[in-house]
C-alpha cells in the first residue's frame, strides 16, 4: 500500500465527477483530448503494448487505448474513478499513487501520467512520480507526462472576463499563479489545488529523473480562440487546425503559449 496521501480538496473534486466530461462538454476540452490522441499515437513506440496510465481517472485515455488494441493497466489514488475505468473493455484498474506505483519494475512499454503532475505543488514529489514512470518503463519504452503550463489560469480569467462571465479564477490570483505556479482551490470554482509550471521545469525535472525529454505545446494558442466551437466542429477547418498545430508543437518559442504541454523520453536501453 502507497505511503502517500492525496490532498482532501483533489480528491474531493474528482469524486464529484465533474473531470468526467471535461473533454467532451465543450470544444476547448475536444480540442485538448484529439490532440493528446494524436501526439501519444505518434509517440508510443508500436502496436499491441503494454501501457500504464497512471492517475487515469476514469479512464478517459485508457478507453481508446484499449480500443486501439493496446493491454491498459490504469493507476489512480481515487477509487471511485478506478471502479468506473475497471468496466472498460480491455482495462485493468487499481487504486494508487504516481509517487510509489504498485507495478514492478520495467513492466510497460509506455508510462502516461496525464494527470498526476497537476496535482503535486511540492518539486521533489514530482520528480519522484517521473522515476516511479521510468522505473516501470522498459528500455527504449517512452514516459509521457501532461503539465498545465503557468499562464494557463491567467488566460483563463481573461477569457471569462472578456465572455462577461464570473466563474473561473479571480484578478489577483490569477496574477499570483503567473508569478509563484500554485493555484489552490479556493481561488476559483472551476479546478482544485493545482500547480502551473513552466516549460523549462518540466523538462528539468524529467533530467533529475534520467530523462532526455520533448516537449510538444498540446492546444497552441489557438486554443485561446473564442469561436474555437467553429474550428474543432467543422471538419475542413478542424484538419487544417490540427495539420497547423502538428507544424508548431515542437517551437520552441511557443511552448509556453498553450494551455497544455506533453513532454515525452525515452526511457535509455
Not at 476547448?28 to 493528446?36: D, I, S, V, Y
Not at 508500436?46 to 485515455?61: F, I, K, R, S
Not at 484578478?171 to 499563479?177: K, M
Request: hydrophobic share 40%; with cysteine.
Amino acid at each position: 500500500m502507497s505511503t502517500w496521501e492525496l490532498e482532501t480538496e483533489i480528491e474531493s473534486y474528482y469524486r464529484r465527477g465533474e473531470e468526467r466530461e471535461r473533454l467532451t462538454r465543450n470544444a476547448r476540452g475536444r480540442l485538448e483530448f484529439a490532440r493528446m490522441q494524436d501526439l501519444l499515437r505518434r509517440l508510443l513506440p508500436g502496436e499491441g503494448l503494454d501501457v500504464l496510465d497512471v492517475g487515469g481517472a476514469t479512464g478517459v485515455h485508457a478507453k481508446w487505448l484499449a480500443e486501439d488494441g493496446h493491454r491498459v493497466i490504469l493507476v489512480d489514488p481515487v477509487a471511485d474513478q478506478v471502479a468506473v475505468a475497471a468496466a472498460l473493455p480491455g482495462v485493468t484498474a487499481v487504486v494508487g499513487d504516481a509517487r510509489e506505483l504498485p507495478c514492478a519494475d520495467a513492466g510497460f512499454d509506455a508510462v502516461l501520467l496525464m494527470g498526476p503532475l497537476y496535482h503535486l505543488t511540492a518539486r521533489e514529489h514530482r520528480v519522484q512520480a517521473i522515476r516511479e514512470a521510468r522505473r516501470c518503463a522498459r528500455p527504449g519504452g517512452v514516459v509521457a507526462a501532461a503539465t498545465i503550463n503557468r499562464t494557463a489560469g491567467w488566460c483563463d480569467h481573461l477569457l471569462y472576463r472578456a465572455g462577461g462571465r464570473d466563474k473561473g479564477i479571480g484578478p489577483e490570483a490569477s496574477l499570483r499563479v503567473v508569478r509563484e505556479g500554485v493555484l489552490r482551490y479556493f481561488d476559483q470554482e472551476i479546478f482544485t489545488t493545482a500547480y502551473l509550471a513552466h516549460p523549462g521545469e518540466v523538462a528539468s525535472e524529467f533530467a533529475d529523473a534520467g530523462l532526455e525529454p520533448v516537449q510538444y505545446a498540446v492546444q497552441g494558442f489557438p486554443g485561446y480562440i473564442p469561436e474555437l466551437e467553429a474550428l474543432i466542429d467543422d471538419e475542413d477547418a478542424r484538419a487544417h487546425l490540427m495539420e497547423g498545430l502538428r507544424l508548431i508543437e515542437r517551437e520552441p518559442s511557443l511552448l509556453g503559449a498553450s494551455n497544455h504541454l506533453l513532454t515525452a523520453a525515452t526511457v535509455p536501453e
